[in-house]
Each structure stands twice: as structure tokens, then as C-alpha cells.
């Protein structure tokens, strides 16, 4: 479908743009949109496709395509050895690290997480031993969310599936909340020229709404001295530096200035709250930088003056609502340590009394009460499932690449790799005589499990994600 703008929209833009805008509409009207991939640093690979490809001018891990290759034709992509993702999007990382001590584990919420992109990147950015809540209203997007975070294979995650008022009882516990809010979706029209249909100004002022019921709830999430990072894809300055200006009074936060470089083309907005207060928003135009639309704004919670709550959850008062997690007894960590390379650092909770998880033990003292107040679908790494005597292991543990299991390891080829993916029949490179559970690999990267039995083997490959490619 050929993109055409809304004239409302239209004069909006010139408005902001200025003489910017004949630019600013032959770009989307006329050019392509950009392909970026980013690299997941903890499956390094040998770089093929993406040789020749540029950097993301403010992410060193990502890189811009020439062309958008059938990433599910890729087993990489399914070993999450990388994310499609927006170039814009990936300024996320460059904001953190300009505004959070990353020397330190941090504790960080991504409020509207699916389907797991800035989660994965705060993942590949954050301290290893931080704890990441990704947080998805919206029971559908769930899967997909899962799905990410598992491919991508960090221990440290948790995804929950919350309105953000379920998150009130937690006081100020995070050092960093994200919220990627759900927007008007300006950013997008080139990408998704549908998008229009559903577009107008009285989408942009209930959007904008919706974002203050957010942020307000996000906002009482962060620490004094903690962060806040707001962003969107949608260049309405109701949804934007607007609602920047209204939590920064509101809320008692101070926004941040961004060191960006001229080279990398984003606009640096600087407007006033009502109170006096100086924002600072920066947008990406499609005309000027790589990617689509975006804004994002960094806010700092004023007062230093310790909490008593900080880092502490406060008791319920009231009965539990949820309570799926419970510790396993100690015959079955002696099992489950046999899976993992490093199980002193794990501890391991059940869920529905067979699904177990290993849990950072850094962390682990926290899931209770996470999970009675929330609805935790998973936590740290989901290892797979005890049956009677039997431990049937979940894909998510071929992917987690921080415990790589001391079982055998069976090479694939292209071709082999695609009918795994693809549970087609093909011919098991495993040696004789071999018998039980093995992971296959894909240029040395986990890609799921497989179980040999005498005379054939089985694909434990995930239907869903196979049929949903
Ligand atoms: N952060 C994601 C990423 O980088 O992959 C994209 C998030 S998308 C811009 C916004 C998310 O907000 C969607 O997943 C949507 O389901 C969720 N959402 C929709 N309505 C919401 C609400 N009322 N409260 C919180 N989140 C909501």
C-alpha cells in the first residue's frame, strides 16, 4: 500500500518541521526504510551477512543492512545471535549508559516490554548481575515477549504480565524504569502505511492520555536518584516533551542533557515546564537519521535522601493473590544442578509445582514476593519440566548462554539446521552408540534439543515458534 498522509498530520509536521518538511515527506514518501540487526554480544558469531554492513552510529553492536534478508530463513536468528531492531530504537543503550552507573547491578523494570527489544538491549547493556523485570499488559503478547527474551539468553530477566497500577506496592525499588509507551505511531507510517487509517489528532491526545496513566504509575517505581527513560515512536509533541514536562513537575523529576555527536543527525529538543523546569527530548527523523521515528527523554528523581523502602519490597498486607513459585526440595536440585555448568549460582523454583526455573542467587530472594503480587510467567532461566523420575529440558535452556548444559553437542549444517527448525525428517549427525538428550548447534550456537532413543531420535523443537515463522 503507498503511504499517503493524513493532511492534518501533514500540517502538523510542517508546523514542527519548518522548512525541514519537504525533506522530512520525500523521505518517507519516496525512500525505503532502513534495516538494522543488533548483535547479541554474548553469541558472538562469524559475521556473514553483516560483514560488510555499517555501524549504527550510536550502538557499536549494531548494524545497518543494505537489503532486509529472510531473517527466519537464518538459524542465527533463532539461536538470538541477533535482533532486528529499529536503529533508532538502539539509542536506548547510548541513553543508559550515559545516565546509569553501570558498574554497579542495577535493578531495572521495562514497563511496556513485548515484544522484547529495548529488554534484550538493556540486557546486552546493563550489569550482568542487575535484575531486569520485563513488564507486557497484554496477555497476547506474551509469547512473543518470552520468545525474545529466551532466544536472546540471559539469566538475569524476568517477564511479567501487569497493568503498571499492579506494580504500586513496590515503592521506589528500581534504579532504572523504561517506559516504551504505546503511542499514535507516526514514527512508523513508512514502515506500516496501514498505520494511517488508524491515525488522527484525537488518537494523539488519548495516546497522550493513556502515556500520563503510565508514566505516572513508572514514575513512583524509581529510586530518589534513579532514572527514568520515556520513549515513543511518534513525533506529536502532546505524547512527547508534553508529558516530559508534566511527570518532571509532578513527580518531582529533573530532565536530563544527552551528550549526542552532529554526526549522528537527532534533533535535541529544549522547551519549559510549567514549573520552569528546562526538557530535554531527542527525536529522530527519518530525513536525518537511520531508522524511523522516534523520541526517548531521561529524567532523574530529584531527592537523595535515602529510602527506607529502597531495594526492600514491602510486605502485603493482604492475602497473596499469586503464589506459583515455590523452592525445589534438595533430591531435585542435585538433578537439576547436573544441567547447568555453574549450579552454585542458581537457585530453583518450581512453577505449577513441575515447571522449574533457575533463578540467579543474587535475585532469588526476591521472586516470593514478586511473585505474589504479580503474575511472573517466568523467572531467570526456564530449565524444563520434571515428570516422575524424568526432567524433560525446555528450549529456553539450550538458549541461555550463560549455563551452555554438559551434554553432547552435534554440529549442524545450513541445511540441517533449517529442517531442525523447520521439525522436518533429516538425517542425525551423532555418533554410535550415543543415547539420551543432546543439544544441536548451529556455528556453535544452542539451537534446541534433541532426544536419541534405539533406532530414532526425537525433535524438541518448539511447534509454536516453528509454525509462527
Ligand atoms: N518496548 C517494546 C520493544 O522495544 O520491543 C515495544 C513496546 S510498544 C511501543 C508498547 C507496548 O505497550 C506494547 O507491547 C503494548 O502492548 C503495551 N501497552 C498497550 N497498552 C498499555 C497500557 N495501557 N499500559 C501499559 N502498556 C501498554
Not at 558498574?103 to 511496556?112: Q, S
Not at 492475602?319 to 549450579?343: C, D, R, Y
Not at 503480587?373 to 530449565?383: C, D, H, N, P, T
Not at 533406532?455 to 518448539?462: D, M
Request: hydrophobic share 40%; aromatic share 10%; charged share 20%.
Amino acid at each position: 500500500m503507498a503511504l499517503i498522509l493524513p493532511p492534518s498530520f501533514a500540517d502538523r509536521m510542517r508546523t514542527l518541521l519548518y522548512n525541514e518538511f519537504e525533506a522530512f515527506s520525500n523521505t518517507l514518501l519516496q525512500q525505503k526504510s532502513a534495516t538494522a540487526v543488533r548483535l547479541n554480544p554474548n553469541k558472538p558469531i562469524q559475521q556473514g551477512i553483516f560483514e560488510t554492513a555499517q555501524p549504527v552510529p550510536w550502538y557499536a553492536l549494531g548494524r545497518l543492512l543494505e537489503n532486509r534478508p529472510v531473517f527466519a530463513a537464518d538459524p542465527l536468528w533463532h539461536c538470538g545471535a541477533y535482533y532486528v531492531q529499529e536503529p533508532s530504537s538502539m539509542f536506548v543503550a547510548e541513553a543508559v549508559k550515559q545516565c546509569c552507573n553501570l558498574e554497579k547491578p542495577a535493578t531495572a523494570l521495562d514497563m511496556c516490554a513485548a515484544p522484547g527489544g529495548k529488554t534484550t538491549l538493556l540486557a546486552a547493556t546493563l550489569h550482568p548481575e542487575s535484575l531486569l523485570i520485563a513488564n507486557e499488559v497484554i496477555k497476547t503478547r506474551i509469547p512473543a515477549l518470552l520468545e525474545n527474551v529466551q532466544k536472546w539468553g540471559a539469566a538475569n530477566i524476568w517477564v511479567t504480565n501487569n497493568d503498571p497500577e499492579d506494580f504500586k506496592h513496590f515503592g521506589n525499588f528500581f534504579d532504572l524504569v523504561l517506559t516504551d509507551a504505546p503511542c499514535s505511531g507516526e514514527g512508523l507510517f513508512r514502515k506500516n502505511p496501514e498505520a494511517v487509517n488508524e491515525w488522527s489528532e484525537q488518537t494523539v491526545q488519548l495516546c497522550s492520555a493513556r502515556q500520563r496513566r503510565i508514566l505516572a504509575h513508572a514514575a513512583g517505581l524509581v529510586k530518589p536518584g534513579g532514572i527514568l527513560l520515556y520513549s515513543t515512536c511518534t513525533f506529536a509533541p502532546e505524547e512527547n516533551e508534553q508529558n516530559v514536562a508534566w511527570i518532571s513537575d509532578n513527580a518531582d523529576f529533573t530532565p536530563l542533557r544527552l551528550q549526542i555527536q552532529p554526526q549522528w543527525g537527532i534533533t535535541e529538543t529544549i522547551s519549559k515546564t510549567d514549573k520552569g523546569q528546562t526538557v530535554y527530548g531527542y527525536r529522530f527523523y527519518p530525513h536525518k537519521t537511520p531508522g524511523e521515528g522516534f523520541f526517548i527523554a531521561c529524567l532523574r528523581k530529584k531527592s537523595v535522601v535515602p529510602s527506607a523502602e529502597n531495594n526492600v519490597l514491602p510486605a502485603s498486607g493482604k492475602k497473596t493473590l499469586h503464589q506459583p513459585f515455590s523452592p525445589v526440595g534438595k533430591h531435585e536440585v542435585a538433578m537439576l544442578g547436573k544441567w547447568l555448568t555453574n549450579p552454585t549460582e542458581f537457585n530453583f523454583f518450581t512453577k505449577n509445582q513441575t515447571d522449574v526455573f533457575a533463578v540467579p542467587a543474587a535475585h532469588a530472594h526476591l521472586l516470593p514476593a514478586f511473585a505474589a503480587r504479580l503474575i511472573v510467567k517466568s523467572a531467570g532461566i526456564e530449565m524444563g519440566t520434571i515428570k516422575g523420575k524424568d526432567f524433560i529440558p525446555a528450549p529456553a535452556l539450550a538458549l541461555s548462554n550463560t549455563v551452555p548444559p554438559p551434554v553432547p553437542k552435534l554440529q549442524l549444517t545450513p541445511e540441517q539446521a533449517t529442517a531442525y527448525l523447520k521439525k522436518e525428517n533429516f538425517e542425525l549427525p551423532y555418533p554410535p552408540g550415543l543415547m539420551g538428550w543432546a543439544l544441536v548447534v548451529y556455528q556453535h550456537l544452542p539451537l534446541g534439543w534433541v532426544k536419541i532413543m534405539p533406532g530414532r531420535w526425537n525433535n524438541y523443537y518448539p511447534l509454536e515458534w516453528r509454525q509462527r515463522k
